[in-house]
């Protein structure tokens, strides 16, 4: 039984599967109605799936992000950070960023509720 992923990383391993493989609706399927997420490309948060949507196509329109979870720290408030390794490329495939990001994601009632991007704290995350 411990060997099997809890719910919320399995959740979360489907919604990075369907953002990487640009399966807008399977991502969205996984998220709350009034999702808040944060535009990292841009700066601030949009909220609901219909604005994730409009920002996600944009974003590719722009730029092409493969975000890979390599770890899932879950919180004592029931949130759960993920220590993602994120490469983005320009749409002619010349890397523009090759780094280590988190996101902190807020589930209720099997959804996504939120996420947003933190910086990694150094002391326990990678060790």
């Known amino acids: 039984m411990l060997d099997q992923p ?14 990487n493989a640009r399966d807008i609706d399977a991502a969205l399927a996984l998220m709350a109605p ?29 730029i092409d992000p493969h975000v890979e979870p390599i770890a899932f720290h879950p919180e004592d408030d029931g949130q759960v950070l993920v220590e993602v390794h994120q490469v983005v490329r320009d749409l002619a495939g010349a890397v523009l960023a090759d780094e280590h990001v988190g996101h902190r994601f807020t589930l209720e009632h099997g959804l996504i509720q939120a996420m947003e991007v933190c910086p990694l704290v150094s002391s326990g995350l990678g060790a």
């Open 6 to 19: 809890a719910p919320k990383i399995e959740l979360l391993r489907a919604a990075y599967a369907a953002f």
């Open 34 to 62: 009034n999702v808040a997420w944060a535009r990292a490309f841009k700066g601030g948060f949009v909220r609901g799936t219909e604005a994730v949507r409009a920002y996600w196509t944009e974003q590719w329109s722009e």
